[in-house]
Nanobody, 117 residues
Framework: QVELTESGGGLVQPGGSLRLTCKFSGSVFSLYDMAWYRQAPGKQRELVASLSSGNEPDVADSGKDRFTISRDISRYELYLHMDKLTPEDTAVYYC???????????WGQGTQVTAAS
């Protein structure tokens, strides 16, 4: 059973940076497409960035030129590095995994990111 555990969220001043980490366990990390989503209060969950099993990244327009997604295969970890955070980035950030052979999807519990002065 795949488990995803996010960490690294917190309170940051506008303009600041954070790095989120998602620890993957329970299967072969390299066989999964990975992504970060976020959900702000009263809004739908939205895709922030994705990273295919072939290591092709894609970042949503909301994070273009500010967010970077990457993974460390040896550590079984997914990262989201966020720069120039604004109050509009305040949300719970979720790690998502999708198996490339079964299509099964998994979610982490989420980590809160708050950009406020």
């Amino acid at each position: 059973q795949v488990e995803l555990t996010e960490s690294g969220g917190g309170l940051v001043q506008p303009g600041g940076s954070l790095r989120l980490t998602c620890k993957f366990s329970g299967s072969v990390f390299s066989l999964y497409d990975m992504a970060w989503y976020r959900q702000a209060p009263g809004k739908q969950r939205e895709l922030v960035a994705s990273l295919s099993s072939g290591n092709e990244p894609d970042v949503a327009d909301s994070g273009k030129d500010r967010f970077t997604i990457s993974r460390d295969i040896s550590r079984y970890e997914l990262y989201l590095h966020m720069d120039k955070l604004t109050p509009e980035d305040t949300a719970v950030y979720y790690c998502h995994a999708r198996s490339t052979y079964s299509g099964q999807e998994y979610w982490g519990q989420g980590t809160q990111v708050t950009a406020a002065s």
